[in-house]
C-alpha cells in the first residue's frame, strides 16, 4: 500500500538497491476477509504495475495455498491472476500454523489439519484436500524451475502457445 510520494521516490533507486517481496497471499476478496487482511487488489495491482515499469526494483510476490475459503480451480485462478502481473519471481507457499497464530486457534472452526510438528504445515482443508495440495506443492516447484529460475523463457513460450493459462501448463507438466 504505496502512496504516490513513496512510488515517486522509489522511481529514484538505483539498481538492485531493494527487493520487495509482496505477501498477495489470496486474490479472492472472501479468502483475505477470512484471514483478516484488507487489501484492494486493484491497488495492488495498480502498484505492481508502477514499481515493475518505472523502477528498478525486484518484485516477489506471495501466494499461500490452503487459506480459507480458497479451492483448488480457484487457487489456480489467483496463480494467473498474479502471473500477469510480470513480478520477477512469484512463490506458492502452503500455508502454516504457527503456535498463537489466530488461524492455528480457528483452524478447527475452518476444518484445517495441520501437522503439530514445525513448520507446522496444513494437511487438508474442508476445501483443499491433502492430494489438492500436494499438487499445489508441485506447481510450485515447477514454477520455480521454469518460470522464476529465468532459464526456460523460450521453452515457456512455445508451451505457453498450447495452454491459455499459466497454471494450467504447470499443472499439465507436474502429471
Known sequence: ?????????L???PEEMFQ???GVQST??????????????QRLADNVHFLRTRTNIHLHLD???GLPGEDYP?????????????????QIEPVKLLPGAPLRLQAQSWGIEYDPSPPYTILKSKQLGFDDLERLRGIGRLLDLFVNSGRFSFLLQ???????RLSLLLEDLDR
Open 74 to 90: 480457484q487457487f489456480l485462478q489467483s496463480i494467473d491472476w498474479v502471473s500477469a502481473l510480470s513480478a520477477h519471481h512469484l
Open 63 to 65: 501466494l499461500i495455498a
Open 158 to 164: 512455445k508451451l505457453s502457445a498450447h495452454f491459455t
Open 1 to 9: 500500500m504505496l502512496d504516490e510520494q513513496t512510488l515517486e521516490l
Open 20 to 22: 520487495f517481496e509482496i
Open 11 to 13: 522511481e529514484q533507486v
Open 28 to 41: 479472492l476478496p472472501e479468502t483475505l476477509q477470512n484471514v483478516g487482511r484488507q487489501a484492494s487488489l
